[in-house]
């Protein structure tokens, strides 16, 4: 059974950067399918941030392009994120999820407050 | 960008009605769309990919219908636990995807 979960830190300060690391159990990374980054900020919908393939290939949601990385560790069978220059608009539910034909399965989800 | 739309905003029904969730896209998307059920404080969950194939372990009271630019995700009678947002997604663009708001479905 693939289980997702992320961590990180709960709080980051306006500018800087957020940082979060999805790890993968009951499935190797390195054998394929895309990893995804989803967050969704208190009371409204969803929003997808980007995926990485298990090659490195990454895509962005055009919005977020120029502030998001998405990276990938097989050694550690972890794929991250990182988010720079962050404001109040980026807190928010982040969630690290397996895109295939739907997105499943998800992490459980992380919050992150940008505040100072 | 594809934009998806979904009606209504709030569904107010009661246990054992059938609620019809539509889903609508600004350009087709064939049969690329996903619905997800999400409560409070949880992840949402899969439950219809490709328009119409229900997820693992999903009940059959879940069925998804539609192709192209209108969709649609029917239960066939609530249960007290289906009482949540529902979220349709399109992949057509894959691997770059996009959500729909949201359809609430609240106790009447």
């Known amino acids: 059974q693939v289980q997702l979960q992320e961590s990180g830190p709960g709080l980051v300060k306006p500018s800087e950067t957020l940082s979060l690391t999805c790890t993968v159990s009951g499935y190797s990374i390195s054998s394929g399918y895309y990893w995804g980054w989803i967050r969704q900020p208190p009371g409204k919908g969803l929003e997808w941030i980007g995926s990485i393939y298990h090659s490195g290939t990454t895509y962005y949601n055009p919005s977020l392009k120029s502030r998001v990385s998405i990276s990938i560790d097989t050694s550690k069978n972890q794929f991250s994120l990182k988010l720079t220059s962050v404001t109040a608009a980026d807190t928010a539910v982040y969630y690290c999820a397996r895109p295939s034909t739907g997105l499943d399965p998800w992490g459980q989800g992380t919050l992150v407050t940008v505040s100072s | 960008e594809i934009v998806l739309t979904q009606s209504p905003a709030t569904l107010s029904l009661s246990p054992g009605e059938r609620a019809t969730l539509s889903c609508w896209a600004s350009q087709s998307v064939s049969t690329s769309l996903a619905w997800y059920q999400q409560k409070p404080g949880q992840a949402p969950r899969l439950l219809i990919y490709?328009?119409?194939k229900r997820g693992t372990g999903i009940p059959a009271r879940f069925s998804g219908s539609g192709s192209g630019t209108d969709f649609t995700l029917t239960i066939s009678s609530l249960e007290p636990e289906d009482f949540a947002v529902y979220y349709c997604?399109?992949?057509?663009?894959?691997?770059?995807?996009?959500f729909g708001p949201g359809t609430k479905v609240d106790v009447k």
């Open positions: 997604q399109q992949r057509t663009n894959w691997p770059r995807i996009t």
């Open positions: 490709d328009a119409s």
